[in-house]
């Protein structure tokens, strides 16, 4: 065995005194002082003001501090406040960003969680805070939202997969599902039959999750966890059943994250785009959205055309396995309204079904006299092909996907949006979330990206100064 040996000398550096400033310990070249090269976060204290008594109870913590403990959790990545309050202690570069000099005491680690219990929980200062580097951006010139690109990610909840129980609810149609059935009723109308009930207590419709398709139903079984009731059970392909949320976030080409809804993980990116698109997206004018294949529905494609916006999605190939006499070998009349068969005859519009799909038929003599019936028909006496009512708008997006503009702008998903997430999951702590509930999410969320936009914008000015230079 070694021991160390017993010489005072060694160790005599520990107790000399030193004239010293944080301004000379910290490095040039440190990310912090980047950041701070871009960012005055005083005005932080505009949000805040109005939370905070000028003349009544005891000195608080500067709200700056507060929320710069938080920002130190997200540009490190560090996903616990108690390891941040721990590494401020002793970090230099640290107590240089949050103002402390090297004697001062570091708050305790429940000092921002209690105030926002007591101060932010129910206020938009996590919006502002998000906003204002937005508006930062804007400024610089650093934003083009001529293509805005969309997509979700997820992100583990704080909940034991375990801890699980099984829940009927009843489905409940948004205003995009209640005015496709209307519609759909006014098809009905024109072709003399009987409307579809009124779906407006939830009950006789719902939607297929994996599909974004409305199917008939009263009630669905949904799985809900005891822990964090707001978070949803994601299952996709050969992943592990997890609860999760997931973020829907759109970004420019340039990679700035330009906002984001959080919901549960069990809601498809179909049915979380549109009211993310209404409230989020469309404020920013783009004259191309692009999206991946979870984009590609008729709703979604008109929507967006309703306001004057190009969808760019890519080619979804059918579902199931591939036949002699498919839909594709059917060619569509849109002078005349009908398809027409490998066999040159006409199938007519006949019927609308409930989930927004034109039914189109062939007269039974005239089918059973096809010298393709065995292969064509099968198990039914005539033909039905399908088209959905808004396929023309899907037809669209194709002429985009084609051309070389639509081929070289989806490129640049996997350097952009996807460039996003998986910089915000392996270096923010987008990975998972120790939060609970859907809006305290919500909240930090607004303050991760904000990070990752501020982080991102350091190293960019850094980047043209060194050039500069």
């Known amino acids: 065995m070694f021991?160390?040996?017993?010489?005072?000398n060694v160790y005599k550096d520990r107790n000399q005194i030193e004239f010293v400033c944080l301004e000379q310990i910290v490095p040039e070249e440190h990310l912090l002082r980047k950041i701070?090269?871009?960012?005055?976060?005083?005005?932080?204290?505009?949000?805040?003001k109005e939370y905070y008594s000028e003349n009544k109870g005891r000195p608080c913590i500067d709200p700056v501090i507060l929320f710069k403990i938080i920002f130190l959790n997200y540009f490190y990545g560090k996903n616990s406040v108690r390891a941040t309050i721990e590494e401020i202690k002793v970090n230099m570069a640290y107590r240089w960003f949050l103002g402390l000099s090297i004697t001062d005491t570091v708050p305790n680690y429940s000092t921002f969680s209690q105030n926002y219990i007591r101060r932010f929980k129910n206020t938009n200062v996590f919006e502002n805070i998000f906003s204002t580097v937005i508006t930062k951006l804007f400024e610089m010139n650093l934003v083009d939202t001529s293509v805005i690109f969309v997509d979700g990610t997820h992100v583990k909840a704080s909940a034991n997969k375990h801890k699980i129980i099984k829940k009927q609810v009843?489905?409940?149609?948004?205003k995009y599902q209640k005015a496709m059935e209307e519609e759909i009723n006014e098809y009905r109308k024109e072709m003399g039959r009987e409307f579809y009930d009124d779906d407006s207590d939830g009950s006789g419709f719902t939607v297929n999750e994996e599909t974004g398709e409305i199917?008939?139903?009263?009630?669905?079984?949904?799985?809900?966890?005891?822990?964090?009731?707001?978070?949803?059970?994601f299952i996709k392909g050969e992943h592990e059943r997890q609860l999760a949320y997931v973020d829907m976030c759109c970004c420019d080409k340039n990679g700035w994250n330009l906002g984001f809804h959080v919901n549960p993980a069990n809601m498809h990116d179909s049915k979380a785009f549109l009211p993310f698109f209404e409230e989020v997206v469309i404020k920013y004018?783009?004259?191309?959205?692009?999206?991946?294949?979870?984009?590609?529905?008729?709703?979604?494609a008109k929507t967006t055309q309703k306001y004057g916006i190009k969808l760019l999605v890519p080619y979804v190939r059918?579902?199931?396995k591939r036949a002699s006499f498919s839909k594709s070998s059917f060619e569509y009349q849109p002078e005349i309204d009908a398809f027409l068969c490998p066999n040159n005859k006409l199938l007519y519009r006949s019927n609308i079904d409930r989930k927004g799909y034109f039914q189109y038929r062939i007269p039974k003599h005239e089918c059973k006299s096809c010298p393709f019936f065995k292969e064509c028909v099968k198990s039914a006496s005539s033909k039905?092909?399908?088209?959905?009512?808004?396929?023309?708008?899907?037809?669209?997006?194709?002429?985009?996907?084609?051309?070389?503009?639509g081929k070289n702008t989806y490129k640049l998903r996997k350097v952009s949006i996807e460039r996003m997430f998986a910089e915000a999951k392996e270096y923010h702590?987008?990975?998972?979330?120790?939060?609970?509930?859907?809006?305290?999410?919500?909240?930090?969320?607004?303050?991760?990206?904000?990070?990752?936009n501020i982080k991102k914008l350091a190293l960019l000015v850094d980047k043209w100064k060194t050039k500069r230079a």
């Open 3 to 8: 021991f160390k040996k017993s010489n005072n």
């Open 36 to 48: 701070e090269n871009v960012i005055d976060f005083s005005f932080i204290h505009k949000y805040t």
């Open 170 to 174: 009843k489905v409940i149609a948004d």
């Open 215 to 233: 199917i008939e139903s009263n009630t669905k079984t949904v799985t809900v966890s005891t822990t964090d009731r707001d978070c949803g059970m």
């Open 285 to 300: 004018n783009p004259e191309v959205i692009c999206g991946d294949a979870a984009f590609a529905t008729g709703l979604i």
């Open 318 to 320: 059918p579902r199931g």
């Open 384 to 405: 039905t092909i399908t088209r959905h009512i808004y396929s023309d708008f899907l037809e669209s997006t194709k002429k985009l996907r084609l051309s070389d503009f």
């Open 429 to 452: 702590g987008l990975r998972y979330t120790r939060y609970r509930g859907l809006q305290k999410n919500k909240n930090y969320r607004y303050l991760l990206y904000a990070c990752y």
